[in-house]
């Protein structure tokens, strides 16, 4: 089944309230030894970019057990494939020569940095880490570094590096949610610390939305786990909820990135929007948390049907009440979900209805779709 025809209307209302935007995935993965399992190949990936209509990708391996020179060689190989459509990065680990290895792919095409201190073990006080950033510096080229679950707190020493080294761009991803609570404090000293949306719960993207610049948020996916025409049915509307504007949203949803890819100067869009006063909707609050913890659950091998099912029941408002559309639409995403998930148990894709499903009850002010009878939809897909 392809989830993609299923969700294509709710990234298609999104970008009608922002003509002309163009996308650029800055996070995204290829290679086939993850130990997680995940696998994606060069031309998987240019494929899906090139049916999001976006325009590329920063791209750079999965983790790797054995090292990266052999798996940053293949990035490079399939950059230089693309019809630049992919933007290589190079992934090194500190405690394996990081910076020679760093310099030999740099010099080969390499345009940025991966880091990862959750997979390598390392935290960003590292001494490898430093001359990282300082070839980054010297070079004004992105080092992506993964902040997202499973580690500690890094944003002291992110933010102390880019006030150092303020020719590197240091991009915090999955919306730097392990510092998010006090980063946005500081952010703003430091223009060329940014912040990928590589993340999907609705609490989060808002405040990553409000309270950091949006000239420093760059839109990702994070490739294969999720996928660059799906993330923005759900990232956009809490940037549009937000209250960003058509220029900030295209700044973040490819605008800065490609700047980034070109060597460019980075373009400010204007200071944090800052958290706007939200008049409490209490129907779809019970919603929004009831689908998050299923969707949780999923995500942790357990059975969410519990969990579905007293958010179906949730639904079930009487028509006068305000936002019924949006109580309706969610029962649309329910049902899809049914549907993938019944014809596909394994594919953890299909918990992107659920996502979505939890944003639209946070984001009742965005516009909906017009959404087919579900028959039909699964029919054409």
């Known amino acids: 089944m392809n989830l993609g025809s299923l969700l294509r209307p709710w990234t298609e209302v999104l970008l009608e309230q922002i003509p002309g935007l163009e996308l650029f995935d800055a996070h995204t993965h290829v290679g086939q030894n993850d ?14 970019l090139r049916a999001a209509g976006a325009r590329g990708a920063f791209t750079f391996p999965f983790h790797e057990p054995v090292g990266y020179r052999e798996a940053n060689d293949a990035v490079l190989d399939a950059a230089a494939a693309s019809e630049g459509v992919l933007v290589p990065f190079c992934r090194v680990n500190p ?22 201190p959750r997979a390598e073990q390392f935290t960003l006080d ?12 010297e070079r004004s080229l992105p080092v992506l570094i993964h902040a997202g679950r499973g580690i500690p707190a890094l944003g002291l020493h992110a933010v102390e590096l880019a006030e150092e080294f303020g020719e590197a761009r240091l991009i915090l991803a999955h919306a730097g949610i392990c510092d998010l609570s006090w980063i946005w404090r500081v952010a ?3 223009p060329n610390l940014l912040f990928d949306t590589a993340w999907w719960m609705p609490a ?19 490739a294969p786990y999720g996928t660059t025409a799906i993330s923005p049915a759900f990232q956009l509307r809490s940037a549009l909820k ?10 973040i949803a490819g605008g800065q990135s490609l700047r980034i890819a070109a ?18 909707h209490i129907l779809l609050d019970r919603v929004s948390e009831l689908l998050l913890v299923a969707a949780i659950m999923g995500f942790r091998g357990g059975d969410p049907r519990e969990m579905l099912a007293l958010a179906r029941l949730a639904c079930d408002v009487p028509g006068e009440v305000d936002d019924a559309p949006v109580f309706e639409a969610i029962r649309w995403l329910l049902d899809a979900f049914d549907a993938c998930a ?3 148990p394994d594919d953890r894709r299909s918990r992107t209805f659920l996502i979505l499903a939890a944003t639209v009850a946070r984001t009742p002010e965005v516009p909906l779709p017009a959404l087919p009878a579900l028959e039909e939809a699964l029919a054409v897909a």
């Not at 880490?129 to 300082?134: E, G, L």
């Not at 808002?206 to 994070?222: C, E, K, R, V, Y």
């Not at 937000?242 to 700044?251: K, M």
């Not at 060597?263 to 409490?280: C, D, F, N």
Request: charged share 25%; with cysteine; proline share 9%.
């Open 342 to 344: 019944a014809e596909a």
């Open 95 to 116: 405690h394996d020569d990081a910076v020679r290895e760093a310099c030999r792919c740099l010099d080969a095409g390499a345009r940025g940095i991966k880091l990862h």
């Open 126 to 137: 590292h001494p490898a880490v430093r001359s990282v950033v300082a070839l980054a510096d």
């Open 242 to 251: 937000a209250g960003l504007s058509a220029d900030q949203i295209g700044s």
């Open 188 to 190: 703003q000293d430091h």
């Open 204 to 222: 989060d993207m808002l405040a990553l939305f409000s309270l950091i610049p949006p000239g420093q948020i760059l839109f990702a996916s994070d």
């Open 35 to 48: 130990p997680d399992g995940m696998k994606q190949t060069p031309d998987e990936l240019v494929a899906a």
């Open 263 to 280: 060597g460019q100067p980075l373009r400010p869009v204007g200071p944090a929007i800052g958290e706007r006063e939200r008049a409490p």
